[in-house]
């Protein structure tokens, strides 16, 4: 189990070197406490698993008044509670019931592990904390800092990567490095897209394809943290860079299983896989959680931890043919094709 946290550490790598103290400081101590949560999960764990009874996924948010110590966060929103004044709860609440009733009505799935699991959020972690994270129980909040981070809890795609980091865990469990990494960070994209999707009712080529627009303040020049249509165009700025995914293996990055490498490129060879779903959501046409999502979705549960770009590539073009035909199938042959993955068949 590891922390999957949605801010890439490029990002906040980059931010060290800000002209202002202020975001300097916000970045530093989000990269801190992040190394530091890897600790402190054992702690949180045992809270939360006495909370980890199946209960058709209901829904309990905490508010950590800023403190990191999450046991003692109170308990301000619970399932049959009604809305409260304080709009991140609100947020959270409502971006756990989209993620629960996309995965239960579009894949017939019953919460986070498929028996029901109890989705735990956790807001206003820290100070001025630049990224919200699942951690195996619970996803947590931060508020950002304001400058360039807005409240993490305002996007809906951002939770249902989140939470789909625990649909993983329960389903492939695709370890969290390489490609195989790569593809975990790639599911957590696509189904937080689709989620987002499905919640507005767009077809696949009215949705936009961007992770996380809504997370920077108005004053940062970046569209989102990453876009699944065009990889490696959702940003270009003096404070944290150019982004930095591929869109094809061409451009494949080999990086050290490390954290200022991203793990060997999580985020960041993500972009692939990421053009392939686009590809063939546009390709097949129509809702991209119908037949696309479902190639996907039977894809990921017939993973494994060690599964590379190649070996999914050729699991969607079996399952391509086996749930749905001939045209699916030659849609998803050309979509891995145009970002350089052949598949045999
Ligand atoms: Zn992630």
Same mark, same amino acid.
């Given at each position: 189990m590891s922390i999957s946290c949605i801010t890439p550490p490029y990002i906040l790598t980059r931010l060290?070197?800000?002209?202002?103290v202020d975001i300097r400081q916000s970045a530093l101590s989000t990269l801190l406490t992040t190394a530091q949560l890897r600790g402190e999960r054992n702690v949180r764990g045992l809270i939360a698993g006495a909370l980890?009874?199946?209960?058709?996924g209901r829904r309990s948010i905490f508010d950590c008044d800023h403190s990191t110590?999450?046991?003692?966060?109170r308990l301000v929103r619970s399932e049959d509670d009604a809305t409260v004044p304080d709009a991140s709860v609100n947020q959270a609440f409502d971006g756990f019931g989209t993620t629960r009733t996309f995965y239960r009505e579009v894949?017939?799935?019953?919460s986070i592990d498929d028996r029901g699991m109890r989705l735990l959020g956790y807001v206003?972690?820290?100070?001025?904390?630049n990224n919200a994270f699942w951690d195996g129980q619970q996803m947590v909040f931060g508020d950002g800092d304001?400058?360039?981070?807005?409240?993490?809890?305002?996007?809906t795609d951002v939770i249902a990567h989140e939470l789909t980091h625990g649909v993983t865990e329960h389903t492939a469990?695709?370890?969290?490095?390489?490609q195989s990494g790569a593809l975990n960070e790639s599911m957590s994209d696509v189904f937080g897209s689709m989620a987002k999707q499905w919640k507005l009712g767009q077809t696949a080529d009215q949705a936009d394809w961007l992770i996380g627009p809504e997370i920077f303040t108005p004053h940062i020049d970046a569209d989102a943290l990453r876009s699944m249509k065009a990889p490696g165009t959702a940003f270009d700025n003096k404070?944290? *860079? =150019?982004?930095?995914?591929?869109?094809h293996m061409d451009r494949f990055a080999n990086l050290p299983d490390t954290d200022e490498g991203d793990n060997g490129g999580v985020h960041i060879n993500s972009g692939i896989p990421n053009k392939a779903f686009y590809l063939v959501a546009v390709g097949i046409? *129509? =809702?991209?959680?119908d037949a696309p999502g479902h190639i996907w979705y039977e894809s990921l549960k017939a993973?494994?931890?060690?599964?590379q770009f190649q070996d999914f590539a050729e699991t969607t073009f079996r399952k391509a043919d086996q749930l749905y035909g001939a045209r699916e199938q030659q849609a998803v042959k050309e979509a891995w094709a145009e970002v350089g993955i052949r598949v045999s068949g």
């Open positions: 060290l070197d800000s002209d202002n980890a009874t199946p209960a058709d110590f999450l046991p003692l966060a894949f017939q799935r019953n206003h972690r820290g100070i001025q904390y304001g400058q360039v981070f807005t409240d993490f809890t305002g996007s469990n695709l370890e969290y490095h390489f404070l944290f *860079g =150019k982004d930095p995914q591929p869109d046409g *129509g =809702k991209s959680w993973s494994t931890p060690t599964t």
